[in-house]
């Protein structure tokens, strides 16, 4: 990078940090100020909150790199989202501001019993800690490739910053903090949208940039076609998705943690519904600009592996394949960018050549990404961890396309983002091992005290999300990699709260047993490969409310039997 993008992207980073940290001084109510920021928080914050914690690094580093190999299909992973909002905002939100909950799972033990609320919790704390370890790898990928480091220090560093103010601030800072950030965040990815499609060739406008991407199967943002293990089209959408937003927004800590700080019920309810308003047209552009950037390369040069790192080491050790195969990938690279070009003018002309274009349009686009898949298996088996380049596609495009002074700005953002979701997770993470776990067992002496095991509780979960994050590499793109992982556990902690808001006569033997069967059953079906993990939340979900209806059903039949 250059010196100009140097400053401005330390400047940005120390900027916020000394904003944390300002605006996160001072817990003189204990618990209640460090985890719930004295409930003062409006709802413009409680909004931009959950939508910082929610859209992570890794949406902007891997979100545009997903639609650039995958296409646009993965937005309808959103679909069900606006209708988990309305549900939450009728059942979940007065439940939890009429009981004054540090945490949702406090709910479970009023409702049910300890042991049930000391399960879900965990659950929580399992999914949400390894996630949060995934989300501390992405940015970590961007001071590697900036400074050629080693991404497991770079890992350490990465996590070892974002600890200072969460560990300082609590709740307060986080709220703050993400505020600035996002706004930051959707000015310039509104800015790198601009500069995709100023910077292709003359006589390639926007609309003739959407007809490439149409064709080259980038576009498809509604699949229809049915299919169980398919991971994204309008049913796993629609209907998994409603279930792992109903979980995530009403069962996650990390999301309820954000909207039960506000001033009112009023307040969190405005903010959340915005967010289900909002999410839906932010993740369609941020896919879009992916899209795009694919477009781009079709027009300019582009390497056969964007994770330039392995590949330079690829380079260095088999100097004499890398040529043959650069060589041969440029000439194809060359005919697609004729063929690319004829495509538009055909089309402008209305010429009958268009389909036969088209048909070779797309074979040279089919070899060319033949050879891409072999190189990256490649690489990923000799000389990198990470199994494909879709986390490293953005991330190039950026550092090599774009003016002096926005690189830094836009890996400082990108950054902001993992900063703002994983401080947040940080928090929610404390409030639940705190809450949930160690108080569990008793009060603390005193709100000192409160603050005191607060702060070495977010210590020790950010050490042990730097540990996960050294094994993130093996995952692949890392935005499906965070969603899976969620959908493991989200189906069954949202099924123990179904069982408890609906199933008035359920206890918590019956919802206990029925949450280690369902999730025992989910993993099983993961492992198996049975469907796509989308439909994990819904049969998690639907595991443990048929098992603790059964259950009811029949214990109430034998003890109608005893009695007569």
Known sequence: MSTLDWVVLLITLAAMIAYGLYKGRGHHSGAHSYLLADKQMPWYIVLLGIMATQASAI??????????????????????????????????????????????????????????RLFTSLLFLLSRGLSTGVSIYAPAIILSSMLGWNIYLTNVIMGGLLIIYTYTGGAKAVAHTQKLQFLIILASM??????????????????????????????????????????????????????????????????????????????????????GIVKIPMQFMILLIGALVFVFYMFNSSPLSFNTAAYDAYKRSEPQNVVAVESAYGQLHEELRAQAQNVIQYKKDNNTQLPAALSEFAETRRQMQTMRDSISAHIAKNYSPDKNDTNYIFL???KNSLPKGIVGLLFAVIILASWGSISAALNSLTASSLMDVQMMRGQLPDS???????????????????????????????????????????GTILGIFLVAFYVKRANGNIVFTAAIIAELSVILIYILNIVSFLWLNVIGALLVVGISLVAYLKKNELGTDTNS
């Open 59 to 116: 949406t902007f580093l891997s979100a545009p790199g997903q639609a650039y190999t995958d296409g646009m299909r993965f937005v309808q992973y959103y679909f069900g989202l606006p209708i988990a909002m309305v549900v939450i905002c009728i059942t979940f939100i007065p439940i939890f501001h009429h009981l004054k909950v540090f945490t949702a799972y406090q709910y479970l033990e009023e409702r049910f019993d300890k042991k049930t």
């Open 190 to 275: 509104g800015i790198a949208g601009y500069l995709v499609v100023h910077q292709l060739p003359g006589g390639v406008s926007f609309g003739d940039a959407l007809y490439i991407a149409g064709k080259s199967g980038k576009l498809n943002v509604i699949t229809t076609e049915f299919d169980w293990k398919d991971k994204y089209n309008i049913w796993s959408g629609v209907i998994g998705g409603f279930f792992l937003a109903l979980s995530y927004f009403g069962t996650d800590q990390s999301q309820v943690g954000r909207y039960i700080t506000g001033k009112s019920m009023k307040e969190s309810r405005l903010g959340l519904l915005l967010n």
């Open 396 to 398: 190039y495009f950026v």
């Open 448 to 490: 000192k005290e409160e603050v005191r095991h607060g702060k070495m509780h977010t210590l020790a979960w950010g050490i042990f999300c730097i540990c996960v994050a050294m094994f993130a590499a093996k995952l692949g793109s890392l935005i499906e990699a965070v969603n899976i992982l969620g959908s493991l556990f989200y």
